[in-house]
Nanobody, 125 residues
Framework: QVQLVESGGGLVQAGGSLRLSCAASGRTFSSYAMGWFRQAPGKEREFVAGITWTGFNTYYADSVKGRFTISRDNAKNTVYLQMNSLKPEEKAVYYC??????????????????WGQGTQVTVSS
């Protein structure tokens, strides 16, 4: 069992930056692939970024490439999402998720077994 707790959300102006963190409990975190998803009001949850258990491979949604960076520190059981040049339409609840298989980056939320409670990101125009 893995518990995930996101933090770092908040209010930022358009063009600004935020760094989200996802702290995981459990000794097997380092073997899990991790993903970040977001869900805006009235919209479906969408994949944002993912990282393999080694941290060597990452994958991003086209909409965030070049602006967002996912990383992990297995010694701290934490995965991060650095978000730069934020846009008002990126206002959403951001969730981290864990995939126990560890292999590859899954873009479908159904492939992740564990989810955090989410952290709100609001981008003002």
């Amino acid at each position: 069992q893995v518990q995930l707790v996101e933090s770092g959300g908040g209010l930022v102006q358009a063009g600004g930056s935020l760094r989200l963190s996802c702290a995981a409990s459990g000794r097997t975190f380092s073997s899990y692939a991790m993903g970040w998803f977001r869900q805006a009001p009235g919209k479906e949850r969408e994949f944002v970024a993912g990282i393999t258990w080694t941290g060597f491979n990452t994958y991003y949604a086209d909409s965030v490439k070049g602006r967002f960076t996912i990383s992990r520190d297995n010694a701290k059981n934490t995965v991060y999402l650095q978000m730069n040049s934020l846009k008002p339409e990126e206002k959403a609840v951001y969730y981290c998720a864990a995939d126990p298989t560890g292999r590859g980056v899954k873009i479908r939320g159904a492939r992740y077994d564990y989810w955090g409670q989410g952290t709100q990101v609001t981008v003002s125009s």
